[in-house]
């Protein structure tokens, strides 16, 4: 009985070990791969300037650089960088930073995006997006801008409509994996996905947008102004009222990845 009860709490001691190096291991490549966004929006916030942005983004944003500013309807400010949706009389404001290709702004929005959707109407807080395309250099492609126009054509339809496609974009069934094929590059794709929203489904003048890359000068601006923040190293960061939620990540501030701890962030730093 002595011998059956050692071997068995060795055997419960061999899969607690296990088990903690796999949970190790998941945390290393979390962490390795927050680094790496955090470097990359670094770099570009260093930099500054939408000039520096497009000679390290490639020869398309050149061009779209050189093109005209069609500012998409439902935004704000001299360049149109000011993406709030919600209500306007809303005393809190939560600020979302996040790049179309980063896997843990999908992680983040499958899990807790809805629960943001359902505060903004509810008139919570209001959330004020701040979207960027470091991504398009660390990993190579046009993916994060190309999504961005995209974006900015959604907004053009409505607030609802830029907020139900983005959550499609982060989707399991549509966001594609980092290290595989750059899928929002291309534009066929991202009229796709617009085809699961109803307000998108079908629409000419979204599509036409997409594909002439109406919005391209617009995602560029709004990548420039994303780069501008100084004090957001990696995707997804969510500030309320300015201060940055946490700490339900590995490196404590970066974004709360379940509901539960959201909300508990959420709830302490309202203004009554």
Known sequence: MSNRNNQANKQAAHERLRAERERQAKKDRLRR????????????????????????????????????????A????????????????????LDLFEDPRCTYCAAFEQTVGATVEKDIKDGKYKASYHLGTFLDNNLQGTGSKNALNALGASLNVSPDAFLKYKYALYSKEFHPDERGPDKFADDNYLVRVANTVPALKGNA???KAVKDGTYDRWALEVSNAFNSVKDVK???????????LGPDSLQGKDAPFSVAAFNSAVDKGLKK
């Open 205 to 207: 003048a979204f599509q």
């Open 33 to 72: 791969q927050l680094i790496v966004g955090g470097a990359s929006v670094g770099v570009l916030a260093i930099a500054g300037g939408i000039g520096v942005a497009v000679a390290t983004m490639g020869g398309d944003n050149a061009k779209a650089a050189t093109g005209p500013l069609v500012k998409p």
């Open 234 to 244: 990696s995707t997804p960061t969510i500030k309320l009222n300015g201060t940055v």
């Open 74 to 93: 439902n935004t704000s400010g001299p360049k149109g960088t000011t993406i709030v949706v919600g209500k306007a009389d809303a005393k809190n404001t």
